[in-house]
């Protein structure tokens, strides 16, 4: 029993021993930690930019799409098989100005005509003789008339009467009605040929050789594709800087090139939504296609005092950072424009002191440490 309790009465002791020499073990440690815990974080080193305000010539940037200044939809104003010849009205075609694009069946129209000029001289040799017994000055030019008479080539006038008796005796006989129906048919007929109004191409076909086509039918459409319009839009505070004939870059970020175009138009209307006004830009050049999307730059009147940075240095649309005593202090300004990469801003004092590289993982008041101002 003695023995026992001897046993327990050690292992008491050393049990004890241990969790002291612990305890002092941690008690060390503790101090190298807090001193690992109190280690400051390195400033972040930047290159600086010092504020210098000055006129700065900065053209609006615009973006939008080409629109063919000169664009018609084909329609047929008659009925009729479209013919062989129209093959060619095809989607990239091309065609100079008064050239046929589709032509379709007419015979049935020339034949009524040919009718119709046959009553004529019928109507009119009729009266022949009673324009020579009662009427005899005016008989000799209403023989010329229709000895003179072309059937297949377009109806000439007819003679004018010399007197007001001979006139109510030609409008008795419904000459002049017969007269105004065949030119009016002769009208009709050139309606059968579309010809091209100005040179340019096929942009879309819808109709195919051979079928049946009908009045008021859309056959395509055709463009001139050497003359376009820009259309963008305008903020509304910057369209005391713009106006009719002011020049514009344009370019496009898909394929090389630039097209230096002109204001041409710019709206009355102001779209109440986003405040802006619609402006047309005249370009013309090679490689340009209607519906491209293009930017341009619109030369216009200097920003007054102002100053320029990169736009990545702006955060909240309007607010930038500036170094004050070597920590970074947010700062509103006023944004004029947007040019490129940069931006133009007013609202900072001349010698203001700012990154000219954003600083990653920036918030107001960390520290920095500045290399370099850079004027």
Not at 94 to 113: H, T
Not at 206 to 226: A, C, D, H, M, W
Not at 228 to 239: H, N, P, Q, W
């Amino acid at each position: 029993m003695k023995t026992r309790q001897i046993i327990i009465v050690i292992a008491a002791f050393v049990i004890l021993g241990g969790a002291v020499m612990v305890n002092k073990s941690l008690s060390k440690s503790e101090p190298k930690k807090s001193r690992r815990g109190k280690a400051k974080k390195t400033a972040p080193v930047v290159e600086t930019i010092q504020v210098k305000n000055q006129d700065i010539q900065a053209p609006l940037t615009v973006t939008g799409k080409l629109i063919a200044r000169d664009k018609i939809d084909v329609y047929a104003e008659v009925s009729g098989i479209l013919l062989k010849s129209s093959s060619r009205f095809r989607e990239g075609n091309r065609f100079g100005a008064g050239a046929i694009l589709v032509s379709m069946d007419d015979q049935e129209a020339r034949l009524n005509i040919l009718a119709q000029k046959s009553r004529l001289l019928n109507t009119i040799t009729q009266v022949l003789p009673d324009l020579k017994l009662d009427y005899p000055d005016a008989f000799q030019k209403w023989q010329d008339y229709i000895d003179n008479f072309k059937m297949k080539q377009s109806i000439r006038p007819l003679p004018e009467t010399s007197s007001s008796k001979e006139k109510y005796f030609i409008l008795a006989k419904n000459i002049y009605d017969q007269y105004y129906t065949i030119q009016s048919q002769e009208a009709r007929l050139k309606k059968y040929h579309v010809y091209a109004p100005f040179s340019g191409v096929v942009t879309q076909a819808s109709i195919y050789p051979g079928t049946l086509v009908r009045n008021g039918q859309k056959l395509g459409e055709f463009i001139n594709p050497f003359n376009f319009e820009f259309e963008a839009t305008v903020s509304l505070k910057d369209m005391d800087l713009i106006k009719v004939g002011n020049s514009v870059k344009l370019y496009s970020e898909d394929i090389q090139g630039e097209w230096i175009g002109n204001i041409r138009r710019i709206s009355d209307k102001m779209d109440e939504a986003t405040q802006t006004v619609k402006v047309f830009i005249g370009a013309t050049g090679k490689n340009l296609r209607e519906g491209m999307y293009l930017k341009g730059e619109i030369s216009a009147k200097p920003v007054n005092e102002a100053f320029k940075v990169s736009r990545n240095l702006l955060f909240n649309k309007n607010q930038i950072y500036v170094i004050e005593q070597g920590k970074l202090v947010p700062k509103t300004v006023k944004v004029q424009r947007y040019t490129g990469n940069n931006v133009v801003i007013k609202g900072l004092k001349d010698g203001v002191v700012l990154p000219k590289f954003p600083v990653s993982g920036a918030f107001a008041g960390m520290e920095v440490k500045v290399l370099k101002v850079k004027n």
